[in-house]
T-cell receptor
Framework: RKEVEQDPGPFNVPEGATVAFNCTYS??????FFWYRQDCRKEPKLLMS???SGNEDGRFTAQLNRASQYISLLIRDSKLSDSATYLC??????FGPGTRLSVLP | DTGVSQDPRHKITKRGQNVTFRCDPI?????LYWYRQTLGQGPEFLTY????????KSRLLSDRFSAERPKGSFSTLEIQRTEQGDSAMYLC???????????????FGPGTRLTVL
């Protein structure tokens, strides 16, 4: 079993849609959680850290559920520019395989 | 530019040759990571340094791979006797850690794309 798993994707959604990604992890001792965005042939860049209480940054909302060992990312009112691969990262476990999002006009 | 830099950006080599990649982290960052990434996969952890000390090395890392960070600044990753399966993007990342359990975000370099013929 992989330490970090993500929704397999790809997700193809129309502009303006709301889309949610999930990420599960196996190491219950993990303390820090992140969502990164990776554009094609580019390096990953931090999208947002995930805090225990959940956090929001504009159209993006991240949630952490320690009991069930998963984190989620919600994107509201999706834009064409949101098309990318979204990677979750969990300390002590590494990166998930990523979920690719394509926002269609 | 004060970001993470990597050199070279691309490397094509023949099977059996040795290659060496360099990473220059953000100057004040004390932690440096190496990852390998293939198409459709997330970054796969290889090793990391806290200052000049190599603290963890992936079980997946064969003895053909070696990394150094001699002065706690730049790092090199060497692959000896390259194989076609080594073809991948090699990513370096750095972070500033306070050592209090929680980890901070990692800043990635642009990567070195290795092709082994």
């Amino acid at each position: 079993r992989k330490e970090v798993e993500q929704d397999p994707g790809p997700f193809n959604v129309p502009e303006g849609a709301t889309v949610a990604f999930n990420c599960t992890y196996s190491n219950s001792a993990s303390q820090s959680f992140f969502w990164y965005r990776q554009d094609c042939r580019k390096e990953p860049k931090l999208l947002m850290s995930v805090y225990s209480s959940g956090n929001e940054d504009g159209r993006f909302t991240a949630q952490l559920n320690r009991a069930s060992q998963y984190i989620s990312l919600l994107i509201r009112d999706s834009k064409l520019s949101d098309s990318a691969t979204y990677l979750c990262a969990v300390t002590g476990s590494g990166f998930g395989p990523g979920t690719r999002l394509s926002v269609l006009p | 530019d004060t970001g993470v830099s990597q050199d070279p950006r691309h490397k094509i080599t023949k099977r059996g040759q040795n290659v060496t990649f360099r990473c220059d982290p953000i100057s004040e960052h004390n932690r440096l990571y190496w990852y390998r990434q293939t198409l459709g996969q997330g970054p796969e952890f290889l090793t990391y340094f806290q200052n000049e000390a190599q603290l963890e090395k992936s079980r997946l890392l064969s003895d053909r791979f070696s990394a150094e960070r001699p002065k706690g600044s730049f790092s090199t990753l060497e692959i000896q006797r390259t194989e076609q399966g080594d073809s991948a993007m090699y990513l370096c990342a750095s972070s500033l850690e306070s050592g209090q359990g929680f980890q901070n975000e990692q800043f990635f370099g642009p990567g070195t794309r290795l092709t082994v013929l």
